[in-house]
């Protein structure tokens, strides 16, 4: 995650200090040095972190596979903000942002899908196998 976090231009990586591994030598080797340039943060209570940071002007994109046409299970007001392609660099510049990834299996717990400002997915490509069915958050 870190690799790919400082790939794609992110400027820092929040982890929770609870539900989540801790930072050990493994981790950071398999960072293959990209730890070394963006700098890791750790919060203990995700609300108090979620409040705080809106108030100061942040949006939260939870990470969520891609909801179905008639999926009544997500309010109306959280359905996703679909982005294109075209359209991340705009929503990026819109002002600072996370993005929060879930767990390895259930992903996002749904009250802290529930407390950010849209939802994101990644559809699957056409004629993938069924059995791969998300993206490894690892």
């Avoid at 982890?15 to 493994?26: F, H, T, W, Y």
């Avoid at 040095?33 to 942040?58: Q, R, V």
């Avoid at 939870?62 to 359905?79: E, R, S, W």
Wanted: glycine share 10%; with cysteine; net charge neutral.
């Amino acid at each position: 995650m870190t690799r790919s976090a400082y790939y794609l231009g992110a400027e820092a990586i929040i982890i929770s200090g609870r539900n989540s591994a801790p930072l050990s030598a493994v981790c950071l080797k398999a960072a293959a040095g990209a730890a070394e340039y963006i700098p890791t943060y750790e919060y203990t209570n995700s609300l108090t972190f979620l409040n705080g940071s809106k108030d100061n002007g942040w949006k939260f994109y939870a990470a969520v596979p891609p909801i179905a046409n008639g999926d009544q299970k997500v309010p109306k007001a959280k359905i996703a903000r679909t982005l294109d392609e075209s359209q991340v660099g705009r929503a990026l510049l819109e002002g600072p942002c996370c993005l929060i990834l879930g767990q390895e299996g259930q992903g996002l717990r749904p009250w802290l899908a529930n407390h950010a400002d849209y939802r994101v997915g990644i559809a699957k490509g056409d004629d993938t196998d069924p059995m791969v069915d998300s993206l490894n958050v690892s």
